[in-house]
């Protein structure tokens, strides 16, 4: 794809500045080894060598404890069987993930399920933050917390800018009546508080569904109640645009409406998309970080951020590890984002090339 | 917020001025004192088989007077009065009705069941039998009568019973409590239904003597008549259809020791509760040393973690600790507050009816329609290592359904236990028999072996992950449905639960109830033709307690049995039988008891030296603590100074069963 002059020299300029650029780095990478998440925080072993046969338990099937002669027909517990070859020490070897542990599973810490201090603070070894209040890993749950997280926001980022995009650009050609009226349609819209529309939806939605489509559910109630304010730059941005002469030039030529709105003139306003995005991440973690606070995001047992929040709260004094690891986490990831946000607003800036005379 | 409240109050105001002048302009009038007596008067002379007066001497002369007198007193004779007790509730009370819309909260047994007087109590803890049921001890009645062959209990009232603001209780209101609760203006129609069909009459001798009749002469006839309270008929002068309206905020006077003025209201806030220093029965055996904080302060905190905080920082002055997490980690024996015994750490065991927390799984829903499966799924449920590993070993397993009823919960029947093994076999029996890529059962069909759990218990979502976790290793797969307390009611009573996990508060009782839970006409309509065959049009029926839709042609008439029967002896053997019966459906699966209460207190509020009593369901329910109004000085001052006290880690253990 060639890109354009215009936008290489905002490229460059957005890499020259430093805290963005390294911000959008390490987010990428965590974003990447996210991703393949598995190989990283697991239970399970991303390798095993049992009787001159290797297994590759990261992905795919379950193998059951009869894969490793053990008198159980559900899933091995691997931790368990690498103390057992350990102490055979009859050439069996596996190898654990760097953090052995699955979000979901509870570990007994002094022979109840209780939140468990951080290994480095004389608490059970590999918890490096601690467990929480069943003893789930807290690593663990912010690790795969923080991947839907994210990837909740990019796709919720993708779906409102594709709609609010549409819907502006289409009342900044179009104007007039379709204008006014869309308009009206959507102050009504927004005046809705989203906020208590999720809560009522997800107390009496039937969670029929699996945990991934429950997830789908809550991003399409967010979108529905988001899109409109992207609307508002877009319409001025498209109004401003037709004005100028290339449109003018367009409709001689015979583009159509659609045409000229997604090939001409959204090319020369993205400029103000970009720098929204970043800040409608940061506004997504929030928000689902503040509902699954309140009780009323992901079901349960999904790891996140605002769940552990909520569990430090009411710990607060007894396990200070939960509430400051997810506080910290939290705030480690919006800070990411706001960087990268300012750099791209200052690379994107106009006025760096425009004199006014 | 803080000021646009009285904005939005009046703005909505106006708009019901505005209404209420478009067509409804008799609602508003008030309705004259005179003419609720009227409309009494004429309800009683319209149901004349119901409402009897007669003369004194109509009494059979024969009767067994009872008064209860001999029974042993309540509380401790070292109790003072005086001094303010602070307590929190999450929400502030929507009305101060006792009856009627948004009545049945959780401010509601402060001023009704924790408050009033009946006219005789069941005692909390001489808890055997007579041969008419439970010991009773006497309020508002002096002496009582059972009179058998007509199913008709005499209930002599003490001539000196007032209510709270001073006018005497007599057998008028006695009356009225017939007319009020089976009136449609009080919106209740459970109330309606129970006041219609418990009873078969009542009959009116003199001012304080009356009997009231019942259909039928169930062991449990005096909780139905001793346990029950008359209605102040002076006060609802303006009875009509606006009652819940009109009544929202007004207090009714009680026959019980504490009352609300205006002034004590803080609406959203907080609102107290005075004692009546002038209660009639203030010096009265049995009530004397109980009712003695001159207020009782209820403050609204949302969150329990901060009321918690609040009764750390001495803000309130006792509070739940039933959670092991309170209990050991955040208040632990050796914490500031314990060791310098500010406060104390109180452990109850008491002997009551279970509330049942366990799994009701929906009959009428697939995979859980089949016994099998139901019966896979107990196998599957790992509740000791809910018990073990998340309560710490406090809890116990529960049996039955009816646990805690003394003789009446069967002796024998355990629940079934964890076995990986047994729930993989009874799963294959169910066509479940390999397992997934995931290790979750599968059928021929490719169907997975995937159950919802729906609950509204927030607090209990750990159990349930637990729980879940475990299930996984049998081949279960449970989705696990938290919603809101309401939303997940209403989910359950529409019987759209695949397993719903609640637990039925039930009181202390002499014998469980199996009708309401199942009984086939609570499970559908008409479930069963003539010939007890299944009626193939049969619908499920909503709104009821039967929540595993469970509807069995031979149980039933266990039901209809036991429910008509007077023989105790006989009602156990049906009892137990149903029990086994139960068992064998598997329906219910019976998760744990909380076989105790633990709270923490300052150590100013002092409890009897037995702690509280054998039936006692919450610390405050019988009011049996004092404030030592010195000793909370004292306390003060030594939490600046660092002075320390004898710490206080009490465990009440002479009611616990093994």
Same mark, same amino acid.
Request: glycine residues 8%; negative net charge.
């Given at each position: 794809m060639a890109l354009n002059p215009l936008t290489i020299r905002k490229l460059k300029r957005f890499r020259s500045i430093k805290r963005g650029y390294y911000s959008f780095v390490l987010l990428m990478l965590l974003i990447v080894v996210s991703l393949f998440g598995e190989m990283f925080v697991?239970?399970? !072993?991303l390798m095993v060598s049992y009787e001159g046969k290797w297994h $590759? !338990?990261?992905?795919?099937?379950n193998l059951t404890g009869e894969t490793f002669?053990?008198?159980?027909?559900?899933?091995?517990?691997y931790r368990e069987l690498r103390e057992k070859f350990q102490n055979e020490d009859n050439g069996n070897w596996m190898l654990m993930p760097p953090?052995?542990?699955?979000?979901n599973e509870n570990n007994p810490y002094e022979g109840v399920f209780k939140p468990a201090p951080p290994s480095w603070m004389g608490?059970?070894?590999?918890h490096w933050l601690g467990t929480d209040t069943?003893?789930?890993?807290i690593f663990a749950r912010l690790f795969y917390g923080f991947r839907i997280a994210i990837f909740f926001s990019l796709a919720f980022m993708a779906l409102t800018y594709l709609i609010g995009i549409t819907v502006g650009c289409l009342m900044g050609y179009y104007g007039g009546i379709f204008d006014l009226v869309v308009q009206r349609l959507i102050e009504v819209w927004s005046n809705i508080p989203f906020l208590y529309i999720v809560i009522i939806l997800f107390s009496v939605i039937?969670?029929?569904?699996?945990i991934p489509a429950r997830i789908g559910m809550l991003l399409i109630v967010m979108v529905l109640f988001s899109w409109t304010s992207m609307t508002y730059y877009m319409r001025t941005a498209t109004y401003r645009e037709k004005a100028r002469d290339y449109t003018a030039a367009a409709v001689v030529l015979g583009a159509g409406p659609i045409r000229i709105i997604f090939n001409h003139i959204l090319p020369n306003t993205i400029s103000t998309v970009v720098t929204f995005m970043p800040f409608t991440i940061v506004s997504a973690i929030t928000a689902i970080t503040a509902l699954d606070f309140l009780g009323?995001?992901? !079901?349960? !047992?999904t790891p996140s951020m605002g769940e552990l929040l909520k569990q430090g709260t009411q710990t607060l004094?007894? %396990?200070p590890w939960i509430v400051s690891s997810a506080f910290a986490a939290l705030v480690f990831i919006l800070i990411l984002v706001t960087f990268i946000g300012e750099a791209v607003r200052e690379a994107f800036d106009p006025k760096k090339f425009t004199t006014y005379q | 917020m803080k000021n646009s409240r009285p904005v939005l109050g009046l703005l909505c105001g106006a708009a019901l001025i505005f209404l209420s002048g478009c067509?409804?302009?008799?609602?508003? #009038?008030t309705v004259s004192s005179t003419q609720t007596a009227d409309e009494a008067q004429a309800f009683y002379d319209a149901h004349p088989e119901f409402f009897h007066t007669k003369t004194m %001497?109509?009494?059979? %002369?024969d009767l067994k007077w009872d008064n209860g007198n001999d029974l042993p007193d309540l509380g401790s004779p070292d109790a003072t009065k005086g001094g303010t007790v602070n307590y929190w509730v999450q929400d502030f009370p929507r009305?101060?009705?006792?009856?009627?819309?948004?009545?049945?909260?959780?401010?509601r047994p402060w001023i009704l069941d924790n408050n009033v007087m009946s006219y005789a109590s069941r005692h909390p803890n001489v808890t055997g039998l007579t041969e008419d049921g439970f010991h009773y001890y006497p309020g508002l009645a002096t002496e009582w009568a059972l009179d058998r062959p007509n199913k008709t209990v005499y209930i002599r009232l003490n001539p000196k019973a007032r209510w709270s603001d001073g006018e005497p209780i007599t057998t008028d209101d006695v009356f009225f409590n017939f007319f009020f609760y089976r009136s449609?203006?009080?919106?209740a129609p459970w109330y309606n239904n129970f006041y219609s069909t418990k009873y078969l009459g009542v009959t009116r001798f003199d001012d304080h003597t009356f009997a009231l009749h019942f259909p039928e002469l169930r062991p449990d006839i005096y909780s139905l008549s001793l346990g029950t309270v008359p209605v102040?008929? @002076? $006060?609802?002068? #303006? $009875?009509?259809?606006d009652f819940p309206e009109r009544y929202q905020w007004r207090f009714a006077p009680t026959t019980g020791p504490y009352t609300v003025s205006e002034k004590d209201i803080d609406k959203g806030r907080s609102i107290t509760l005075r004692r009546n220093?002038?209660?009639?029965?203030?010096?009265?055996k049995f009530w004397r040393?109980?009712?003695?904080?001159d207020r009782i302060r209820l403050v609204v905190i949302r969150d329990n973690a901060k009321a918690f905080e609040a009764f750390r920082k001495g803000d309130?002055?006792?509070?739940?600790?039933?959670l092991a997490e309170d209990w050991?980690?955040?208040?632990?024996?050796? %914490?500031d507050e314990i060791a310098k015994g500010y406060i104390q750490k109180i452990k109850f065991y008491n002997d009551i009816p279970r509330p049942t927390y366990g799994l009701w799984m929906n009959?009428?829903?697939?995979?859980?329609?089949?016994r099998d499966i139901r019966a896979g799924i107990q196998y599957a449920l790992n509740w000791d290592l809910v018990i073990t590993k998340f309560s710490r070993g406090d809890w116990g397993r529960m049996n039955?359904?009816?646990?805690?009823?003394?003789?009446?919960? @069967?002796p024998t029947l355990k629940a079934r236990t964890f076995s990986i093994d047994k729930a993989l076999d009874r799963f294959a029996r169910a066509g479940f028999n390999k397992r997934g890529p995931d290790g979750i059962l599968v059928n021929d069909k490719g169907e997975r072996l995937s159950v919802q759990l729906t609950t509204g218990y927030e607090h209990y979502k750990d159990v349930l992950t637990i729980l879940q976790e475990e299930a996984i290793k049998a081949g279960l797969d449970i989705r696990i449905e938290i919603l809101d307390r309401t939303a997940s009611w209403k989910k359950v009573q529409e019987k759209k639960h695949d397993i719903a996990f609640v637990a039925f508060n039930v009181g202390p009782e002499l014998f469980p109830r199996y009708w309401e839970t199942n009984h086939s006409a609570n499970a559908y309509d008409?479930?069963?033709?003539e010939d007890g065959?299944?009626?193939?049009d049969r619908k499920v029926k909503v709104q009821t307690n039967n929540l595993q839709i469970f509807a069995d042609h031979e149980f039933d008439q266990i039901i209809d049995a036991y429910d008509r029967s007077d023989d105790l002896e006989e009602m156990k053997k049906m009892a137990y039988k149903m029990e086994e019966l139960l068992y064998e459906d598997a329906s219910f699966a019976p998760g744990f008891v909380i076989p105790f209460m633990r709270h923490g207190a300052w150590n100013w509020l002092k409890v009897p030296a037995d702690g509280?009593?054998?039936?006692?369901?919450? $610390?405050?329910?019988?009011?049996?603590f004092w404030v030592d109004q010195d000793l909370k000085k004292a306390t003060k001052e030594a939490r600046k100074t660092g002075d320390s006290f004898e710490p206080a880690v009490r465990v009440f253990d002479q009611y616990k069963l093994d």
């Open positions: 697991n239970n399970r !072993p $590759f !338990p990261t992905y795919g099937a002669d053990l008198d159980y027909t559900y899933e091995a517990d953090v052995p542990f699955d979000p608490g059970p070894s590999g069943t003893g789930r890993d039937p969670s029929t569904f699996s009323f995001g992901l !079901p349960p !047992p004094t007894t %396990a | 067509g409804k302009k008799e609602a508003v #009038e %001497a109509d009494i059979p %002369a009305t101060l009705r006792i009856v009627g819309p948004d009545s049945n909260g959780s401010f449609s203006y009080i919106k102040p008929a @002076h $006060f609802y002068s #303006e $009875f009509g259809d220093q002038d209660w009639w029965a203030k010096d009265n040393n109980l009712y003695n904080p309130i002055d006792f509070f739940d600790m039933r050991y980690d955040k208040l632990p024996d050796d %914490a009959e009428s829903r697939p995979l859980v329609d089949n039955t359904s009816a646990d805690g009823y003394g003789d009446f919960t @069967h008409k479930a069963f033709l065959s299944v009626n193939p509280n009593v054998k039936i006692a369901t919450s $610390f405050e329910e019988y009011r049996m």
